[in-house]
Structures are given as structure tokens and as C-alpha cells.
């Protein structure tokens, strides 16, 4: 019979999707849900302070907080900006991306196919879209 201590480790990896929701009438004048972007946005921010690995994909109605379209100001912007504070280092969009998109420049923002998304779904312990 075994003697001392077996780690266990209770990390999971996410894969977080923000889209905007589904508009509802209490959203912004482009029918995003901004209430489901804040709550995608808190517990990829969450999950990453608790160690979890977070894949943070924007798509839709999220796209906005990746570009340079989005007031700087806007307080979700700059909620995002702090993303490497907990450990999401990359942030991703699915399709729609041309290379005339202009991105953020504080943080590292990749394309991704929605193959590739399929895959990370695949692969990822939670899945969870806003």
C-alpha cells in the first residue's frame, strides 16, 4: 500500500465563445447582448485566476471587442485588455477575419477556422458560448 501524497490536479481546459447572445431588446442599437458578453468575458477571466486554461474565442457580436472598431473607453474594451493579467496570452476570432481587419494591438489575436473550433471543441473539458 502506497505511502504520502498523490496531486491531483482539478485544471480543465475552457473553451469560451463570445458571440453577443442572442439580441434581446435591452442590448445595444446593433441587437448585441452586451449583459452576455460581460458574463462570457468575467468567467474566462475567472476560470484563467483559478488556473483553468482558457481558449477565449470572439465571433459575431463579439468581434467588436477585438478591433479597433470599439470606443477604447468602452468598459468591456478595457475589461479584455487585462486578459493576460490571468493567464489568457491569446485571444481568438472565428472566420469573417479579412486581412484588412485591423485588431487590437494589446493583445495577441489569432484567426481560427470554425475546423479548428470544432477540434478545441473536441478537445476541451468545457464548453460554453455567450
Keep these: 500500500m502506497p505511502t504520502g ?6 485544471r480543465k481546459s475552457w473553451l469560451i465563445t463570445l458571440a453577443g447572445g442572442t439580441p434581446i431588446s435591452t442590448g445595444d442599437s446593433d441587437g448585441v447582448d452586451r449583459a ?7 468567467l474566462a477571466l ?5 488556473g483553468q486554461r482558457v481558449t477565449l474565442v470572439f465571433a459575431g457580436g463579439g468581434m467588436d471587442l477585438v478591433t479597433h472598431t470599439t470606443d477604447a473607453e468602452d468598459p468591456l474594451y478595457r475589461l ?4 493576460p493579467f490571468y493567464d489568457i496570452d491569446s485571444v481568438y476570432v472565428l472566420d469573417g477575419v479579412t486581412p484588412q481587419t485591423a485588431f487590437r494591438n494589446d493583445l495577441h489575436v489569432t484567426a481560427m477556422s470554425h475546423n479548428e473550433w470544432l477540434a ?7 464548453v460554453i458560448n455567450y
Design 120 to 126: 478545441a471543441a473536441g478537445e476541451a473539458h468545457v
Design 5 to 10: 501524497w498523490c496531486l491531483l490536479s482539478n
Design 36 to 42: 452576455a458578453l460581460q458574463a462570457g468575458l468575467d
Design 80 to 83: 479584455l485588455g487585462s486578459a
Design 46 to 50: 475567472a476560470a484563467g485566476a483559478f
